[in-house]
């Protein structure tokens, strides 16, 4: 299988490749097209290496570049039976990708199905205004329950819709207010058990089901508000805020990461950031958190 590999590599470098660089000689103009198209390949894979840093894909497809690296190596070596059982499980290899990235790969379909040419041209101007008074609502609200160690969960919806998650909950449909969220979560009320969902500036509903994190994924510490929260930030791009029942300490799940106890000034810095297309990403957080701790311990010391 290796060897018909290497033969379709040769045979495709040479009706291709060859072929390609004999026109420019005959067409110089061909340049352009290809230099186009040279730099969108380039372009591409330097923000899909980039975005697969940041996720679980980045470690398998080292182990897929790793099976690739030994599969060789068996053939060459002339280690047949271990050649056999590598090649065999290579041609279930597609469905096997498609099985294991399925996560990934259904938001990538849907972060590309997102409109953002009107953000670009600051045609929403007026909604991010409205987003960003609604941003210091919530967190004021936040502040809130913290003091009061009220239990909540405070999903933000992004680019990829959450409508199953919504229609599992109570329906609200009501603008953003601080008083709205803290009266949600109030303990033994109907609302207060489940996530607020808010989606376009508007509170859409209340006591909504999230999806829950696996068990390795989480300490087993934490408990089921921080689990949702997780899981919620692997299967969407939504930014979910928890305020703990236990502790009245603030964390922050975003894209299947989670920061435990965020001071008010990251919270607000990271959901500003997001509105307006940036990526104020969680490791730049844990980094400050880090940073402002060993300040804080030198100097107690001193």
Not at 66 to 80: E, F, G, N, P
Not at 125 to 134: G, N
Not at 167 to 196: K, M, R, Y
Not at 246 to 257: F, Q, T
Request: hydrophobic share 45%; glycine share 4%.
């Amino acid at each position: 299988m290796i060897e018909n590999f290497m033969v379709n590599i040769n045979t495709y470098f040479q009706k291709n490749v060859v072929d390609y660089i004999h026109e420019f000689y005959q067409y110089p103009i061909k340049l352009v097209p290809l230099i186009i198209d040279i730099a969108i390949v380039v372009f591409l894979l330097y923000k899909f290496i980039k975005a697969s840093k940041k996720t679980r894909v980045w470690q398998l497809l080292k182990g897929i570049a790793l099976y690739i690296v030994i599969t060789a190596l068996s053939s060459i070596l002339h280690l047949r039976i271990l050649n056999f059982i590598l090649t065999s499980f290579l041609s279930y290899g597609v469905i096997a990708l498609i099985v294991i990235f399925q996560p990934e790969l259904r938001r990538a379909l849907e972060q590309l199905g997102t409109n953002k040419l009107t953000r670009f041209f600051g045609l929403e101007k007026d909604l991010e205004t409205k987003s960003k008074e609604d941003i210091y609502k919530i967190l004021i609200a936040v502040n809130e329950l913290a003091k009061t160690k009220t239990g909540a969960l405070i999903v933000l919806e992004r680019d990829i819709k959450v409508q199953d998650i919504i229609d599992t909950g109570i329906t609200i449909n009501s603008d953003v207010t601080p008083q709205l969220l803290v009266n949600i979560f109030v303990p033994n009320t109907p609302l207060h058990d489940g996530a607020v969902i808010i989606s376009g500036n508007r509170v859409k509903a209340a006591a909504c089901i999230l999806p829950l994190a696996s068990d390795n994924d989480i300490s087993k510490a934490l408990g089921t508000r921080h689990r949702a929260a997780l899981g919620m930030s692997k299967e969407t791009d939504s930014i979910v805020i928890i305020v703990s029942e236990e502790s009245g300490k603030v964390s922050v799940a975003k894209d299947g990461k989670l920061i435990i106890d965020i001071d008010e000034d990251n919270l607000r810095q990271l959901l500003l950031d997001n509105i307006n297309g940036q990526d104020y990403g969680l490791d730049k957080i844990k980094k400050k958190i880090n940073s402002k701790q060993a300040e804080i311990k030198k100097q107690k010391v001193d």
